[in-house]
């Protein structure tokens, strides 16, 4: 059984960074991309970033509306994804979610991931 776990999420002012972790268990890890996804109150769950499994390149990807602050990486030891927040704004305000594809290519869109965590809160303060 897959699982995927998220934590790392918590209230930040404007301005400061958050690390997201997610730790991954059920499957080969390394074979796999990785995505974190976000959904703000009464919105659409959004693309956030996504990181290629290392058989496919490890290119990573990002959101316009994040690219510059946000990173994501992963430790196939570990078998966990990151996500270093940093220059967080109010907007940036969610619950975070990790998911794992189903091919290692780490697309974009949310159908084309297979197993998602249950997500952490992160709310940033003006």
């Known amino acids: 059984q897959v699982e995927l776990v998220e934590s790392g999420g918590g209230l930040v002012q404007a301005g400061g960074s958050l690390r997201l972790s997610c730790a991954a268990s059920g499957r080969s890890f390394s074979l796999y991309g990785m995505a974190w996804f976000r959904q703000a109150a009464g919105k659409e769950r959004e693309f956030v970033a996504s990181i290629r499994s290392r058989w496919s390149g490890g290119n990573t990807y990002y959101a316009d509306a994040v690219k510059g602050r946000f990173t994501i990486s992963r430790d196939n030891a570990k078998n966990t994804v990151y996500l270093q927040m940093n220059s967080l704004k109010p907007e940036d305000t969610a619950v975070y979610y990790c998911?794992?594809?189903?091919?290692?290519?780490?697309?974009?869109?949310?159908?084309?991931?297979?197993?998602w965590g249950q997500g952490t809160q992160v709310t940033v303060s003006s």
């Open positions: 998911a794992t594809d189903r091919d290692g290519s780490g697309p974009r869109f949310k159908d084309e991931y297979e197993y």
